[in-house]
């Protein structure tokens, strides 16, 4: 990792507001040096973003400071997106995604499109709190090859069961792949999804080797 995708990480990280103020520039900084925007995305912002995310999980930080962060997040992903959608990037499949319902979380769901939509998959983007319906609806009108499921609460990860059953029920043979940060690899065997994925670069991953395209 360069300084600078460490200072990127260690600001977001500290939930200092005066230091996570200055991502942005140091975002910019990264991109100036010439870095793969990929890279500022997975080894910057997603590391400091999962280690607030440990952090909030077991009480050290709170919605406040976890809120600072998303702000620095977002305005950082809006300087990334149109480096990492720019270009000749063939099609490689249709992904749809959404924070499920009951839910209102979305900055990893946010994250993985970007990364997703850098790799080449075209991303149909739901949002938060998508009933359940809606994701077998959109997948039917657009021919989506895969669904990927986001949820932040324990409250809610049980909406990826019903999600998953009603794909069943349908006939739908759409891949499935789950998200967020109480969800576990044990978890997304236990109810049926075809993949787990950790963090925005381990998504990518998935999805190739699940629609074959290594």
Same mark, same amino acid.
């Given at each position: 990792?360069?300084?600078?995708?460490?200072?990127?990480?260690? !600001?977001?990280? *500290?939930?200092?507001?005066?230091?996570? *103020?200055?991502?942005?520039?140091? $975002? !910019?900084?990264?991109?100036?040096?010439?870095?793969?925007?990929?890279?500022?995305?997975?080894?910057?912002?997603?590391?400091?973003?999962?280690?607030?995310?440990?952090?909030?999980?077991?009480?050290?930080?709170?919605?406040?400071?976890?809120?600072?962060?998303?702000?620095? $997040?977002?305005? *950082?992903?809006?300087?990334? &997106?149109?480096?990492?959608?720019?270009?000749?990037? !063939?099609? &490689?499949?249709?992904?749809?995604?959404?924070?499920?319902?009951?839910?209102?979380?979305?900055?990893?769901?946010?994250?993985?499109?970007?990364?997703?939509?850098?790799?080449?998959?075209?991303?149909?983007?739901?949002?938060? @709190?998508?009933?359940?319906? &809606?994701? $077998?609806?959109?997948?039917?009108?657009?021919?989506?090859?895969?669904?990927?499921? *986001?949820?932040?609460?324990?409250?809610?990860?049980?909406?990826?069961?019903? $999600?998953?059953?009603?794909?069943?029920?349908?006939?739908? @043979?759409?891949?499935?792949?789950?998200?967020?940060?109480?969800?576990?690899?044990?978890?997304?065997?236990?109810?049926?999804?075809?993949?787990?994925?950790? @963090?925005?670069?381990?998504?990518?991953?998935?999805?190739?080797?699940?629609?074959?395209?290594?």
């Amino acid at each position: 990792m360069t300084d600078v995708l460490k200072e990127i990480v260690d !600001k977001l990280d *500290s939930c200092d507001p005066q230091k996570i *103020s200055e991502v942005l520039v140091d $975002v !910019k900084k990264a991109i100036a040096h010439g870095l793969d925007p990929n890279r500022i995305l997975e080894d910057g912002l997603l590391k400091g973003l999962i280690r607030v995310g440990e952090k909030f999980k077991v009480g050290e930080v709170f919605i406040p400071e976890v809120l600072v962060v998303a702000r620095a $997040v977002h305005g *950082s992903m809006d300087i990334m &997106r149109p480096l990492i959608a720019q270009g000749d990037i !063939k099609h &490689r499949g249709r992904i749809v995604l959404g924070t499920v319902e009951g839910d209102l979380h979305d900055i990893g769901k946010k994250l993985v499109g970007i990364m997703l939509e850098g790799a080449g998959y075209e991303i149909i983007d739901l949002g938060v @709190n998508v009933p359940t319906k &809606r994701f $077998v609806e959109t997948v039917k009108e657009n021919k989506a090859e895969v669904v990927g499921l *986001s949820a932040l609460l324990t409250t809610t990860m049980n909406e990826m069961k019903t $999600v998953i059953e009603l794909f069943k029920s349908e006939g739908l @043979n759409t891949k499935i792949i789950v998200g967020g940060a109480p969800i576990t690899r044990e978890f997304a065997e236990t109810i049926g999804a075809d993949a787990y994925a950790a @963090n925005a670069g381990e998504a990518i991953e998935k999805v190739t080797e699940l629609l074959g395209n290594m």
